[in-house]
């Protein structure tokens, strides 16, 4: 079975770090882009981070470029999303998506299969 599970949200105070993961099983994550997006309340579904199929180049929004770090770890079938410097704007539920390197997309920011998500709350 294809399964994408979203784990390490948790509530952390502004300027703090949380480190997600995205442990996959059913499939060999070494042949899927992984991409990360948050739904905060109340708003859509937005990117975070993408993949740039062209140059296999991990794209990140500018709200959390310079903060954010997409990584992955294959042999463990687990892509990561290292957060830093963490703001109360970033309080959202994340999720990690992915799609087969082998599929041609017409946007960087289109994925084929999603997590369930997991809560990240920034807050004093």
């Known amino acids: 079975q294809v399964q994408l599970v979203e784990s390490g949200g948790g509530l952390v105070q502004p300027g703090g770090s949380l480190n997600l993961s995205c442990t996959t099983s059913g499939f060999t994550l070494a042949y899927y882009a992984v991409g990360w997006f948050r739904q905060a309340p109340g708003k859509e579904r937005e990117a975070v981070s993408c993949?740039?199929?062209?140059?296999?180049?991990?794209l990140y929004d500018d709200s959390v470029k310079g903060r954010f770090t997409v990584s992955r770890d294959d042999a463990k079938n687990t892509a990561y999303l290292t957060m830093n410097d963490l703001k109360p704007e970033d309080t959202a539920i994340y999720f990690c998506?992915?799609?087969?390197?082998?599929?041609?997309?017409?946007?960087?920011?289109?994925?084929?299969?999603w997590g369930q998500g997991t809560q990240v709350t920034v807050s004093s």
């Open positions: 993949f740039r199929s062209s140059d296999k180049t991990i």
């Open positions: 998506a992915i799609r087969f390197f082998g599929v041609v997309v017409d946007r960087d920011c289109d994925f084929h299969m």
